[in-house]
């Protein structure tokens, strides 16, 4: 018995001085720590568990006296080491605190904020005013084939306006197909699948072989217009974009309508404005002429009507296009086109 009761003492003894041993500075060990002495000591297979076991070599008269020794000994040792694990998730506890604290009363961290881009900006503004003064919104694909792009616009393969606006072609299943070098493609298709009268403006990227530089672009931007009616004429064209002009640029701002030709349209017409930044009187931005060139439009060309369907003897229109491209360069004093293709965030930032 008096071996036993020694044995006993011992493996106190030994908890505590495991405990005692820990150390608590190394914070992230403490969990892993305080786990070892529970298994150890007071676990299923503890050293004090153990000596349980011994219970049957005890003489039945000592039993009772045994078991109050081993229960208090084990009570003793899940005392400290309880105490002690309070103690580490204080310590714990404390270090996370400090560790991750945040400072509320601080401002937080500001996401950037986008913007939407200067040619988008443009398309947007044009394409509301037409929408507000009647017209829709038509759309067509940007790969064509050869004769939406051009023979139903009245310019067939020989024609030689081709030359001005040769593209980029692709293969194609169905003949040549290209990509459009005009918006004018989605007007045709519309005149296929509605009947006049017709109001539609067509905003879409439009591809030219054209090389780069200050004010010409490889790709680039258009909103082409269209009216088909009763009674159409001229008037009705420069009363349209007069309007236009004035909306964009200001009620003080003159437009100036000279003879051109497109072969989609009979008459035609190239619409400048009075200089935006002179007003009229010569600057640098309208190379001294005191106008600056805004547009191509003109009545449309009875052979385009014709190839669409529409009796040209009851029914004519206008058709108009512009390049947004051009309008975002006026309207936010951009020097040079090329600015808008290099995504410069500097740039960009301008905008939002």
Known sequence: MNNLEKEISAIVEHAERAVGEVDTGDVSSLPRR??????????????????????????????????KLVNDARKSVEDRITSFE??????????????EQIDVSLPGKSRGRGALHPLTLARNL?????????????????????????EALNTPADHPARDAQDTFYIDGTNG?????????AAQIRMMEKKKPPIKAVSPGRVYRADEPDATHSPVFHQIEGLVVDRGI???DLQGVLDALVKHLFGNSVRTRFRPSYFPFTEPSVEVDASCVKCGGAGCKACKGAGWIELLGAGMVNRAVLNN??????????????IGIDRIAKLLYGIADLRTLFENDVRFLRQFR
């Open 34 to 67: 305080v786990d070892e002495l529970k298994s150890k000591y007071v676990g299923k297979n503890s050293e004090i568990n153990n000596v349980y076991r011994l219970m049957k070599d005890v003489a039945p008269a000592d039993r009772p006296v045994f078991g």
């Open 86 to 99: 309070a103690v580490c998730s204080e310590i714990v506890l404390r270090y996370r605190l400090s560790a």
């Open 126 to 150: 044009l394409t509301d005013y037409f929408v507000s003064i009647g017209f829709e919104v038509a759309d067509g694909p940007e790969i064509e084939s050869e004769y939406y792009n051009f």
């Open 176 to 184: 040549k197909r290209l990509l459009r070098s005009q918006t004018s």
């Open 233 to 235: 004429a001229m008037c």
């Open 308 to 321: 669409c369907g529409v009796d040209h003897t009851k029914f004519s229109g206008f058709a108009f296009g």
